[in-house]
């Protein structure tokens, strides 16, 4: 079955440092590729997304490229602020058969300190 | 954003008694799910709504029952419920656009805590 699969956290970083949250997935078909955040005490909210192959999502400066020859949605933001300190979901949906199912990945935690 | 709610925001139950708890929602999107999220299991699919009266299950449905009267609302039912349900439980919705770009919105989450 389709699968996603994120790097462990927490990632721990200062404020202004470069972020690279790692995702890889597995799926049949041409699934459509999500980033979600989750602020503490809140629902996910979707932060970008790409539907084909070689799309860049892009959202306030998080960016992720669908790279299917190495089938990875990598979130990247240049500078990171403490307000970004929340919990990262990479997901899929789409994939033959049950496309309105979605697979998550299970979160990678970003702590930013001042 | 999106028109999601759900009530309760919190709730404390003993063991044994039936929980309901409700989503609603505004934008008449024909899909709703509800997940649970716990601490290293991250999000888990209970049961899901692809039309009024059509429901199916998720990964992790045993002890739970939903319902679906309404394009707006999706019940939760925990029937008799057990400390192992104690979680945050998330709704969500989606649209079914063009393809299959089905992003989902979710709700604020319900705490629930089973003494």
């Known amino acids: 079955g389709d699968s996603v699969t994120q790097m462990e956290g927490p990632v721990t970083l200062s404020e202004e440092a470069f972020l690279t949250i790692n995702c890889t997935y597995t799926a049949t078909g041409y699934p459509s590729l999500f980033w979600y955040v989750q602020y503490p005490g809140e629902g996910l909210q979707l932060l970008l997304k790409a539907t084909k192959a070689d799309d860049k999502g892009s959202n306030k400066g998080f960016e992720a490229t669908y790279r299917k020859e190495t089938t990875s949605f990598h979130l990247e933001k240049g500078s990171v602020q403490v307000s970004d300190s929340a919990v990262y979901f990479c997901?899929?949906?789409?994939?033959?058969?049950?496309?309105?199912?979605?697979?998550f990945g299970r979160g990678t935690s970003l702590i930013v300190h001042p | 954003d999106a028109g999601i709610t759900q009530s309760p925001r919190h709730k404390v139950t003993e063991t044994g008694t039936p929980v309901t708890l409700r989503c609603h929602q505004t934008e008449n999107h024909r899909y709703m799910y509800w997940y649970r999220q716990d601490p290293g299991h991250g999000l888990r699919l209970i049961h899901y709504?692809?039309?009024?009266?059509?429901?199916d299950k998720g990964e992790v449905s045993d002890g739970y029952s939903v319902s679906r009267s309404k394009t707006e609302d999706f019940l939760l039912t925990l029937e008799s419920a057990t400390s192992s349900q104690t979680s945050v439980y998330f709704c969500?919705?989606?649209?079914?656009?063009?393809?299959?770009?089905?992003?989902?919105?979710f709700g604020p989450g319900t705490r629930l805590t089973v003494l």
């Open positions: 969500a919705i989606s649209a079914r656009t063009s393809g299959l770009h089905n992003e989902q919105f």
């Open positions: 997901a899929l949906s789409g994939a033959s058969g049950g496309s309105y199912i979605p697979t």
């Open positions: 709504s692809y039309g009024v009266k059509d429901t």
